[in-house]
């Protein structure tokens, strides 16, 4: 018969048997998208959508004054996108055919801007340079905007973790010109962002960042960042066979 220590040991043992798998860390992905609004006077009409046929014009790496954990595949980035977007109803154009948008890709890690700071400080690209985080947060501090909002615990901490560096990806729409001439129009931008720069590839994440980000492409979210969980790896535990030890007794005193 056993004894309660040894079933206690064999019903753990049961309960990880009937698990079978476990899944790894999940990871947080961030995202935020936003269309351009078309304006009637002084008055927002709202977004609109735009087509769904593309060429892609081009895939950089932001500057940034920390490196990646590895250089990305940038070659995969690109075919990844491709495959995202024609797998969620894009199609990319052919010869001769006046795309609907031109999509540029822009990747790496930095501070993205803060979508819980009510737009007020700057945004990454090219030719742009991001406020520090104390430098936001000092113009948050001030902006009556930001007042009735901040007194939520809840927005407080979404507020600072938007702070912290980023690795992104931004994918952005323009219109595609008349001419040579005319100025580029952007239609809509959907940001994906993780945290922790230090701790994750890119080149593993990419895929994942992309299929969280794809649904929200031409879509105005009203709030300021969606959260998608999505488990890093699937993992498994493999038991062995179960051996139950005796149990020792203790010994009797003199």
Same mark, same amino acid.
């Given at each position: 018969m056993l004894s309660s220590t040894q079933q206690f040991f064999r019903g753990l043992a049961c309960l990880a048997l009937a698990a079978g798998s476990v899944r790894a860390a @999940?990871? /947080?992905?961030?995202?935020?998208?936003?269309?351009?609004?078309?304006? &009637?006077?002084?008055?927002?009409?709202?977004?609109? /959508?735009?087509?769904?046929?593309? =060429?892609?014009?081009? =895939?950089? &790496?932001?500057?940034?004054? @920390?490196?990646?954990?590895?250089?990305?595949? /940038?070659?995969?980035? =690109?075919? &990844? =996108?491709?495959q995202t977007l024609n797998t969620h109803g894009f199609r990319e154009s052919v010869a001769d055919e006046t795309p609907d948008v031109v999509l540029t890709l822009l990747y790496g890690r930095g501070h993205v801007r803060n979508p819980y700071l009510a737009n007020i400080d700057g945004d990454i690209s090219s030719d742009s340079i991001v406020p520090t985080p104390a430098e936001s947060l000092l113009a948050a501090a001030?902006?009556?905007?930001?007042?009735?909002?901040?007194?939520?615990?809840l927005y407080e901490h979404k507020l600072l973790a938007a702070q912290k560096e980023k690795l992104f990806i931004r994918v952005t729409a323009w219109k595609f010109p008349g001419d040579r001439k005319e100025k580029p129009a952007e239609l809509w931008k959907t940001t994906m962002v993780v945290d922790e720069p230090d701790r994750h590839d890119l080149n593993e994440l990419y895929p994942k960042m992309l299929a969280a980000g794809v649904p929200f492409f031409d879509r105005h979210l009203k709030q300021e960042e969606e959260t998608i969980a999505t488990p890093l790896k699937e993992g498994s535990v493999k038991l062995g066979p179960l051996k139950i030890l005796e149990e020792s007794l203790p010994a009797k005193a003199p």
């Amino acid at each position: 018969m056993l004894s309660s220590t040894q079933q206690f040991f064999r019903g753990l043992a049961c309960l990880a048997l009937a698990a079978g798998s476990v899944r790894a860390a @999940e990871v /947080e992905i961030g995202v935020r998208s936003s269309v351009d609004q078309r304006w &009637q006077g002084v008055h927002k009409r709202g977004p609109i /959508e735009h087509g769904k046929v593309y =060429l892609i014009a081009s =895939l950089k &790496q932001a500057p940034s004054a @920390e490196k990646l954990v590895q250089p990305v595949d /940038e070659a995969g980035l =690109l075919a &990844q =996108l491709r495959q995202t977007l024609n797998t969620h109803g894009f199609r990319e154009s052919v010869a001769d055919e006046t795309p609907d948008v031109v999509l540029t890709l822009l990747y790496g890690r930095g501070h993205v801007r803060n979508p819980y700071l009510a737009n007020i400080d700057g945004d990454i690209s090219s030719d742009s340079i991001v406020p520090t985080p104390a430098e936001s947060l000092l113009a948050a501090a001030v902006d009556p905007r930001l007042y009735n909002k901040r007194q939520w615990g809840l927005y407080e901490h979404k507020l600072l973790a938007a702070q912290k560096e980023k690795l992104f990806i931004r994918v952005t729409a323009w219109k595609f010109p008349g001419d040579r001439k005319e100025k580029p129009a952007e239609l809509w931008k959907t940001t994906m962002v993780v945290d922790e720069p230090d701790r994750h590839d890119l080149n593993e994440l990419y895929p994942k960042m992309l299929a969280a980000g794809v649904p929200f492409f031409d879509r105005h979210l009203k709030q300021e960042e969606e959260t998608i969980a999505t488990p890093l790896k699937e993992g498994s535990v493999k038991l062995g066979p179960l051996k139950i030890l005796e149990e020792s007794l203790p010994a009797k005193a003199p």
